[in-house]
């Protein structure tokens, strides 16, 4: 992982499998929010038929790059969402 104090405190949080923050983010947009097991985030839309993605990431070595970039993705998401609410046109899941 970059040298923690070059990134910025949530997305160190999440990198960390800190997801308090983004969770409650979520979940004050509207979102289905879960932590099934250590590590794991679910974020549901709650409407039917929405399409859904699914993130998978883990460290090789010392190589920590895609962690921090999915950290960086739900952060930007997480700090968006109150203006994301899921409706018909949405395609955030």
């Known amino acids: 992982m970059a040298d923690n104090q070059t990134l910025p405190p949530a997305v160190r949080a999440l990198a960390e499998a800190d997801f308090s923050a983004v969770a409650r983010s979520f979940e004050q947009a509207g979102f289905a929010v879960a932590q099934p ?3 794991i985030l679910t974020i549901r839309s709650e409407q039917q038929g929405r399409p859904a993605i699914l993130v998978s990431v883990g460290v090789h ?9 999915v950290a960086y993705l739900l952060d930007a998401l997480a700090q968006s969402a109150p203006s ?3 409706s018909a046109s949405s395609t955030l899941t």
């Open 84 to 86: 994301a609410r899921p």
């Open 37 to 39: 097991a250590d590590g």
């Open 61 to 69: 070595g010392d190589e920590t790059g895609p962690i921090e970039l």
